[in-house]
């Protein structure tokens, strides 16, 4: 090596000494213990060098496969599958000297036997720069690869019932929609109405076999459309199907679930609710995410969940027009608090039979630019839904404490003011501290401010709320148990319940001439809040007969539109300056 170069011959039968010897590292089985073996092929020599070991592996005469462009021996010994990739990973026509790449491809090992190697190569240049070998790696892979398939296995699948599960499901749909450009297809999501009742009462294991019941049926069902379906757990006992929207093939599913959870046997009459989304030509040329068809059913099938009649529903029209209407409210409600648009109402309440107004509910009302006045029933679920209630009430309330320091300052009488709590503020553990300060920033009296707390939020979140009830008590305000008839709180309950006020809503507990019974319960649940100690004030009276009969069992105070509707705060500050009406002049 006098001027530094070495001929071609000498560098390939250095190699080859090299290779030898690698040869017999082989027999010590550091190879084998690696899993890897290496080859070599030189670009000026075209010689391609295999370890003698594994042409096994990689057979036939590779250099004159490359020269000839006969690829026919890759096919040997790669498999099919994977042909196509190793050509294009073998294509040295654009390789750059320094470039490495790799893949991984499954080589015949033995007999039938295909096996995962991991092929790395890196392009080596001559000293002018000009690639001259590649060196190439194959590492077998099989175990690692079989680990990873294991693992995408698992994770695609839901463990409980081994369908595929929510992601997959979502992969899978959109491929299959998106193969299928020609077809409608139906989006059926499901679940049993009630099913955590099923875990109360008969545990979960039990509730684990019914959920795996119901995916092996739908399995069973959807199997032999495997092609053009697909189906899974999305979670609890929640399933998606989405199978080409043939109409009687939709409802045969649905009604072959029906009937199989009817035939599974257990005392307990299981129900499921369907939402169906139908694809559009729209969803398939905007490419909509599944997700979106999916929250489509989703809507479509809580106008039924829980429902006595109806137990499959179509997303159509009004429910399409009900979203967008939600979306509007979403999108301007920020903006609209800013401006200004919320304006607090008051519905006086009253003594009936003297007429004399002894008090208010602060009712908030949007007072849309176009669309003018949207009544809380539209927009107050969406905001519970969405967190923004907890905002909205603190308006609410901030409002209301500026009032009330606006009538004390000008030296009026203030009647008591209440506000609605929501049941989504109960979770704000800094609630009663944010109310404290903002009642005290105004310097409101705390028995001029009463909280109204839904019945049902009593049922569900109890802990929660006889918490905040009660620490709302020890702070001198009064609680109202709004609502009452709404949810299924018995009069028993009403002993620990630490409210001051019973709020009782006659939508819930309508009193009529026919209804005997319910003007008993009436009866009874008035009669039990006096003796109790608890004052009633009922909501919702609409006539003058509600009014007397609501006198004659022992109940005086109420708040109905038969008195007063809920009203901008001047005309409320007008009805405190007019004459009280008696009932008498009423007649
Ligand atoms: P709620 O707290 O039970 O309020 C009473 C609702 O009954 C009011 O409806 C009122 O207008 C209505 N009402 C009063 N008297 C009668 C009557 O004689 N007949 C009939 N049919 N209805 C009567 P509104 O103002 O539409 O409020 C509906 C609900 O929206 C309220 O029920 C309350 O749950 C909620 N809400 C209203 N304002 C607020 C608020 O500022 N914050 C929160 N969290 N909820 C509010
Ligand atoms: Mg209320
Ligand atoms: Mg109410």
Redesign the pocket.
């Known amino acids: 090596m006098s001027n530094g170069q070495e001929s071609p011959e000498n560098v390939l039968s250095r190699r080859q000494e090299r290779w030898n010897e690698a040869d017999m590292l082989r027999d010590s089985r550091i190879l084998e213990h690696t899993h890897s073996f290496i080859v070599e092929y030189n670009f000026k020599t075209k010689y391609c060098f295999i370890d003698p070991a594994q042409l096994k592996h990689v057979y036939g005469d590779w250099q004159n496969d490359r020269k000839n462009n006969d690829e026919k021996n890759y096919r040997r010994v790669v498999l099919q599958d994977d042909v196509e990739a190793v050509e294009a990973f073998f294509d040295f026509s654009k390789l750059k000297a320094g470039e490495s790449r790799s893949m991984d491809a499954r080589f015949y090992v033995k007999a039938h036997v295909y096996e995962w190697f991991r092929v790395s190569l890196t392009c080596y240049a001559d000293e002018q720069g000009e690639k001259e070998r590649v060196l190439i790696t194959f590492t077998n892979a099989e175990q690692e690869m079989e680990t990873l398939q294991k693992l995408k296995f698992l994770l695609a699948k839901d463990p409980l019932t081994h369908m595929p599960n929510l992601d997959s499901f979502m992969q899978m749909t959109d491929q299959m929609i998106q193969a299928h450009k020609d077809l409608s297809y139906a989006i059926i999501r499901m679940d049993i109405d009630k099913f955590r009742m099923i875990n109360q009462m008969y545990g979960t294991k039990e509730g684990d076999n019914v959920l795996r019941y119901i995916g092996v049926k739908i399995q069973e069902w959807a199997g032999p459309i495997l092609e053009i379906s697909t189906y899974c757990r999305i979670s609890s006992d929640m399933f998606c199907v989405c199978m080409p929207a043939d109409a009687s093939d939709v409802q045969e599913l649905m009604d072959f679930i029906q009937n199989s959870l009817r035939a599974y046997p257990l005392k307990f009459d299981m129900i499921m609710s369907f939402g169906v989304y139908i694809t559009c030509e729209e969803d398939r040329s905007e490419h909509i995410p599944v997700s979106t068809l999916m929250d489509r059913a989703a809507s479509a099938q809580r106008t039924v969940k829980n429902s006595y009649r109806n137990h499959i529903a179509y997303y159509d029209n009004v429910i399409r027009k009900k979203e967008i209407a939600e979306q509007i409210i979403v999108s301007e409600m920020k903006k609209a608090l800013e401006t200004n648009q919320f304006q607090v109402?008051l519905?006086p309440k009253c003594e009936m039979d003297t007429g004399r107004i002894i008090g208010s509910?602060?009712?908030?009302r949007w007072i849309h630019p176009s669309q003018g006045i949207i009544?809380?029933?539209e927009f107050?679920p969406v905001f519970e839904k969405n967190g923004f209630?907890t905002e909205?009430?603190y308006f609410?309330l901030r409002a209301t404490c500026q009032l009330i320091r606006k009538w004390l300052d000008e030296g009026k009488k203030v009647y008591p003011v209440s506000?609605?709590?929501?049941r989504t503020?109960l979770y704000n553990p800094n609630l009663l501290d944010q109310i404290k300060d903002c009642v005290a920033e105004y310097e409101v009296p705390h028995d001029l401010i009463a909280f109204?707390l839904?019945e049902s939020a009593f049922v569900s979140d109890n802990m929660q709320l006889y918490n905040l009830a009660k620490r709302m008590q020890e702070n001198h305000f009064r609680v109202l148990m709004?609502?009452f008839g709404s949810g299924y709180s018995s009069l028993n309950s009403l002993r620990e319940i630490p409210v001051d006020i019973l709020k009782i809503?006659l939508?819930f507990l309508p009193p009529s001439q026919d209804d005997k019974r319910g003007n008993v319960i009436l009866h009874s649940i008035v009669e039990m809040a006096n003796r109790l100690g608890l004052e009633v004030i009922v909501?919702?009276?609409?006539n003058i007969e509600q009014a007397e009969f609501l006198l004659s069992i022992g109940c005086r105070n109420a708040?109905?539109?038969?008195f007063y509707?809920?009203m901008p705060v001047s005309e409320y500050e007008r009805c405190l300056e007019e004459k009280p009406i008696e009932i008498k002049e009423r007649r």
Not at 539 to 542: C, F, I
Not at 559 to 562: A, D, L, P
């Open positions: 109402y519905q509910e602060a009712l908030v009544s809380p029933g107050i209630i909205l009430d609410v506000v609605n709590v929501s503020d109204e839904t709004d609502d809503d939508k909501e919702g009276v609409e708040q109905g539109f038969y509707r809920p």
